[in-house]
């Protein structure tokens, strides 16, 4: 084991991650982050516009996570996290007004497919297993070439499932990356596929233990500090400049890069990483939600897709926003709010609301896009990445930021990188 310096650029979930492990393994860590906050695109905030703290996104993570739950266990994070005992997703069609509630048994034998209070409404076991299709994708095929798009169990259940989780239309979005959803989520049993909401935030559960577990164990965290080259020479990274000065590499420092792919492409010359990126719209707004209505609910046929409700406020995510990235913002916050309005039985004025628009959210997770997606080790020795746009195997999500800053970490951790 190498006992030089491993500096970490970026501290989103993927750079706080292989933190997390390096210092759990004992190697020294200096974290470079561009902004004066961790957390990236996974932080909480001050909104103004709302009065109140609220995370930049609606991430959402399942039990079956391992490797954030793992983190969390590390960093101290779990408890804050609410778990319900068994996995329920509650769906209203806007156009219908019809409204149930999806509840797969926590075994891995799917036996609540036969059970008709369990599956969505109006579907047959046999439509379940069509779905199986996904499992054995070949790296070219998108969701369309594989299952029947058409359907009601796909309209009612894996399109706002999938949209959700590749960000991205069926039409072109990865049937293998669909599949590897699949597997780890409904595949392995509803006991894989609790939701489990950060009642505080993101940032509390996710970063901010993150930060103090770091800072306990002696790593250093430098924020506003951006890093504008990399000088590299005979394999190796030599040299980090930063907008402050350089930092002269040592023959046993490594480098993690876990930044946003279309900045790794800055740093390094000839890197092949993804191109396209697609975005996320959320819309919050300062309501308290009615009593009994669930904390998170599928919508279809509605602009709004995903409806949180959290215990100050109602919140409002739409993936594969690219269309709304230049809408205007009032008209399209009282567009959203008279859904919000019906879905959650309010009576209600358009109250103070918010528009986070994230215009590269993630990478388009096309098969296209996913063979671009680079190894965590690199062609210069002492120089990996991480972050949710490498090959993790997963789409564009918090597991698989996680798991990417893990698999990166352990590498640096061990001489034969």
């Not at 109140?52 to 960093?75: E, K, P, Q, V």
């Not at 296209?368 to 690199?378: E, I, M, S």
């Amino acid at each position: 084991m190498s006992d030089g310096t491993v500096h970490i650029v970026g501290a989103g979930l993927a750079g706080l991650s292989a933190a997390v492990t390096l210092v759990g393994r004992g190697r020294k860590v200096v974290v470079h982050e561009l902004a004066r906050h961790a957390g990236g695109r996974c932080r909480s905030y001050f909104e103004s516009a709302l009065g109140l703290t609220i995370d930049n996104g609606n991430h959402l993570l399942l039990s079956g996570n391992a490797s954030a739950l793992g983190y969390l266990n590390t960093i101290g994070g779990r408890h804050l996290l609410d778990d319900p005992q068994h996995a329920e997703f509650a769906f209203c069609d806007f156009t219908s007004g019809e409204r149930w509630t999806l509840r797969p048994n926590d075994g891995p034998l799917p036996w609540w497919i036969f059970s008709k209070g369990r599956r969505v409404p109006g579907t047959h076991a046999l439509d379940y297993v069509g779905l199986g299709s996904l499992l054995h994708a070949k790296a070219t095929d998108t969701i369309a070439q594989r299952v029947d798009t058409g359907s009601l169990v796909f309209a009612r259940l894996m399109n706002p499932v999938l949209v959700a989780a590749l960000n991205c239309d069926p039409s072109e979005g990865s049937a293998k990356l669909a599949g590897t959803i699949i597997r780890e989520t409904l595949g392995r049993g509803g006991k894989a596929c609790r939701p489990l909401f950060a009642a505080n935030g993101l940032g509390p559960a996710l970063v901010d233990p993150a930060l103090q577990f770091l800072g306990k164990r002696g790593a250093e965290v430098r924020f506003d500090h951006p890093l504008r080259a990399i000088e590299f020479s005979d394999g190796r990274a030599r040299t980090l400049q930063f907008a402050d000065g350089a930092v002269e590499l040592k023959s046993t420092d490594d480098v993690i890069l876990a930044v946003p792919g279309w900045v790794a492409r800055t740093l390094i010359q000839d890197l092949v990483a993804p191109t396209e990126y697609r975005s996320i719209l959320n819309a919050h707004f300062a309501v308290a939600p009615p009593a009994g209505i669930p904390k998170i609910t599928g919508v279809v046929n509605a602009t709004t897709e995903w409806l949180f409700a959290f215990e100050n406020r109602l919140s409002v995510t739409v993936s594969a926003a690219d269309r709304y990235n230049e809408a205007e913002r009032e008209p399209l916050a009282r567009q959203i709010w008279a859904e919000v309005a019906k879905i959650a039985r309010l009576e209600a004025e358009l109250p103070r609301w918010q528009i986070v628009k994230e215009r590269r959210a993630t990478f388009a997770a096309t098969p296209g896009q996913n063979a671009l997606r680079p190894k965590a080790q690199t062609r210069w020795k002492n120089v990996l990445l991480a972050g949710d746009w490498t090959d993790t195997g997963l789409p564009a999500t918090i597991e698989g930021a996680i798991r990417s800053g893990e698999a990166a970490a352990k590498l640096a951790a061990s001489a034969h990188f």
